[in-house]
C-alpha cells in the first residue's frame, strides 16, 4: 500500500504562484508514476501532469504546459506541482495518485487539496 498526503492549496490570486506538495509513504519501491490530477465543480477530474518514478520522464496537460511544472525529491518521496500564472479556470480540487508496476492505472489517491484562483 502507498499513502499519498497532498498540502499546500489555498488561495491564489491570478498571476500569482502556489507550490503543491504530495508526500508519498509505504511501499514506495513499488512505484511506477506519480501525478496530479484536478476536479471542478461539475466537471469531471482531469489529468494535469505527471512524472515516471525511474527515469523522470514528465508530461502534461496541454492546458497547464508552459505554467504548472511538476517535480520530484527523491529524498523526500515528494512530488510538487509548481503553479505559475494561473487563471480562474485552475480553481479545482487538486489531487495526487501514484501508479504501481505493472499497472495500467493510477492505484493510490491522495485525499485531495482546494486550490482557488481569485482577486
Known amino acids: 500500500q502507498v499513502q499519498l498526503v497532498e498540502s499546500g492549496g489555498g488561495l491564489v490570486q491570478p498571476g500569482g504562484s502556489l507550490r503543491l506538495s504530495c508526500a508519498a509513504s509505504?511501499?514506495?519501491?513499488?512505484?511506477?508514476?506519480m501525478g496530479w490530477f484536478r476536479q471542478a465543480p461539475g466537471k469531471e477530474r482531469e489529468f494535469v501532469a505527471g512524472?515516471?518514478?525511474?527515469?523522470?520522464?514528465?508530461y502534461y496537460a496541454d492546458s497547464v504546459k508552459g505554467r504548472f511544472t511538476i517535480s520530484r525529491d527523491s529524498a523526500k518521496d515528494t512530488v510538487y506541482l509548481q503553479m505559475n500564472s494561473p487563471k480562474p479556470e485552475d480553481t479545482a480540487v487538486y489531487y495526487c495518485?501514484?501508479?504501481?508496476?505493472?499497472?495500467?492505472?493510477?492505484?493510490?489517491w491522495g485525499q485531495g487539496t482546494q486550490v482557488t484562483v481569485s482577486s
Open positions: 509505504g511501499s514506495i519501491f513499488s512505484i511506477k508514476s
Open positions: 512524472i515516471s518514478w525511474s527515469d523522470y520522464i514528465i
Open positions: 495518485a501514484a501508479a504501481k508496476t505493472g499497472s495500467t492505472e493510477f492505484d493510490y
